[in-house]
C-alpha cells in the first residue's frame, strides 16, 4: 500500500464534494467538554504494521453491469442478505446515467444479486423491476432551487424475515431528519418503522448509524454526524431487538467521570475525526467495524470482542488506500467499506464504493480480504 495521502492532495473530489444541484455546508460541531476527561489516558492505537491484502473481484455497478436497470452510475451498494437467501445491495444517489447528474436520479435504490454466494456476486435485478425506482418516496425536492433533498442509507441489515434500512433524509450534509423502514417482502417494499426528527440529537452524533445484531437479542449501534467535513464523534447504542423500531428503546453507552456504563448520557467511544461511512457487524463471535477515514483517505478495519470495547485503542487495519491509481490496496476516490453478509475472518469480503468526479467512474466494487488480524 502506498503512503498515506488526503484525496485533495491526490487531486481528487471525496464523495459529494462536487454534486449536480449544489451542496449544503453543515456547520462544525463542536466535541463536549467531558470528551477530553472521559478518557484522559488514552492515545490512539497504531495501524498494524502489516494490512490485510486486497483482491479486486469485480465492478458490480457501472453502465455495463447495471446501466440496464437505469442505474449506470451509483452510490454506496450496501449489501444486505434477504430473508430468501439472495443479496440486496442498497444505494444512495443512482443515476441514468451517462454521467452524475444525468437522467433518472434514484435514491434510495436497490440492485439484487440472485446468489448470496460470496463467489458468485452479480447483480441480476433492481428493485422495481425492468427499470430501478425509489424505495421509498423522495422528490428530490429543491428547496432552496439551488439545492435538492435526497435520501442516503447508513445501513440496512436483516433480523428474521424482517429487512431494515435506515435513511438519512434532507441536504445532502445537510440532515433534516433520519429514518428506520422496514421490509416483508425482501426489500421490494418498505414501511416506516420510525423517524428521529432532531438532527442536531446528542450534538448531531445521531445521524449516520450502523447496526451490529448480536446472539443476545440485542442489536448495538454505532453512529455519527453525516458530514465528513468536521471532526466529529462515534457514540454508541443498543436496543433490543422487538424495539428497533422504538426511539425510546435505544439505550447510551457513555462515561459520567468516573466510569463507563449503559443508560449514562452518550460519550464518544473512538478517537473522534472526520467519519466517512460506517459498518458495525457481529461475526464470528466477534464484532468488526470498518470506516472510511476522511483524513487519511483509507478505509480502515477493528475487530474486538464486545461492543463495549475500547475502540481509543484498537488497531486499525487499512483495507484500502485512497491513491492516484487502481492496484492491490490502492484506490482513487474510495469512499464506504461495506462488509458483505457472510464473510468470515478468513474468507472476508466488503463493498466499496469509487467516485472520481467529473469522469463517469462511479461505481461499486467488490473485493476480497487476505489476513485480517482478528
Known amino acids: 500500500m502506498s503512503e498515506s495521502k488526503t484525496l485533495r492532495e491526490l487531486g481528487l473530489s471525496s464523495r459529494r464534494t462536487v454534486l449536480k ?36 473481484i469485480k465492478n458490480l455497478t457501472g453502465p455495463n453491469e447495471t446501466g440496464q436497470w437505469g442505474a449506470a452510475l451509483t452510490d454506496l451498494g450496501i449489501p444486505a442478505l434477504c430473508p430468501n437467501g439472495t443479496m440486496l445491495f442498497v444505494c444512495g444517489d ?8 444525468d437522467g433518472q436520479w434514484t435514491a434510495p435504490a436497490g440492485l439484487r444479486s440472485s446468489s448470496a454466494d460470496l463467489g458468485n456476486l452479480t447483480i441480476d435485478g433492481a428493485v422495481g423491476g425492468a427499470h430501478v425506482q425509489s424505495m421509498v418516496p423522495e422528490p428530490h425536492t429543491p428547496v432552496p432551487p439551488d439545492k435538492a433533498t435526497t435520501a442516503i442509507p447508513s ?14 433524509r434532507g441536504v445532502i450534509y445537510d440532515t433534516h431528519h433520519t429514518e ?44 455519527g454526524l453525516f458530514n465528513r467535513g468536521p471532526v466529529s464523534e462515534l457514540l454508541l447504542h443498543r436496543v ?38 460506517i459498518c458495525f ?40 488506500q485512497g491513491s492516484d491509481h487502481d492496484a492491490g490496496n490502492d484506490l482513487r476516490a474510495p469512499y464506504g467499506g461495506w462488509i458483505v453478509p457472510g464473510s ?19 461505481r461499486v466494487i467488490h473485493y476480497k480480504f487476505d489476513g485480517i488480524a482478528s
Not at 183 to 193: E, I, M, P, R, V
Not at 262 to 277: L, M, S
Not at 281 to 305: H, T
Not at 344 to 362: G, K, L, M
Request: hydrophobic share 40%.
Open 281 to 320: 457487524r457481529a461475526m464470528g463471535g466477534k464484532f468488526a467495524f470498518s470506516f472510511f477515514d476522511e483524513s487519511a483517505a483509507q478505509i480502515k478495519l477493528q475487530v474486538f470482542p464486545i461492543p463495549e470495547s475500547d475502540l481509543f485503542t484498537t488497531p486499525e487495519q487499512v483495507l484500502i
Open 240 to 277: 433490543a431487538l422487538d424495539r428497533l423500531g422504538d426511539p425510546a428503546g435505544y439505550e447510551p453507552w457513555g462515561w459520567d467521570g468516573s466510569k463507563w456504563g449503559w443508560g449514562i448520557p452518550p460519550t464518544t467511544v473512538a478517537t473522534p475525526r472526520k467519519w466517512g461511512e
Open 344 to 362: 468470515t475472518f478468513d474468507n472476508f469480503h466488503a463493498v466499496i464504493s469509487q467516485w472520481i468526479y467529473p469522469t463517469p467512474d462511479y
Open 21 to 56: 444541484g449544489g451542496l449544503a455546508a453543515a456547520a462544525a460541531v463542536a466535541l463536549p467538554a467531558g470528551v477530553a476527561r472521559a478518557n484522559p489516558s488514552r492515545t490512539p492505537a497504531a495501524p498494524l504494521p502489516l494490512g490485510p491484502t486486497a483482491t479486486r
Open 94 to 101: 443512482t443515476f441514468e446515467g451517462p454521467n452524475v447528474g
Open 155 to 168: 445501513d440496512a441489515f436483516t433480523v428474521g424475515d424482517t429487512m431494515y434500512m435506515h435513511l438519512m
Open 180 to 223: 428506520l423502514w422496514s421490509s416483508k417482502d425482501n426489500g421490494d417494499t418498505w414501511t416506516l418503522a420510525c423517524s428521529w426528527d432532531d438532527p442536531g440529537l446528542h450534538r448531531g452524533n445521531f445521524q449516520q448509524k450502523t447496526y451490529a445484531i448480536g446472539d443476545n437479542g440485542t442489536a448495538y449501534v454505532f453512529s
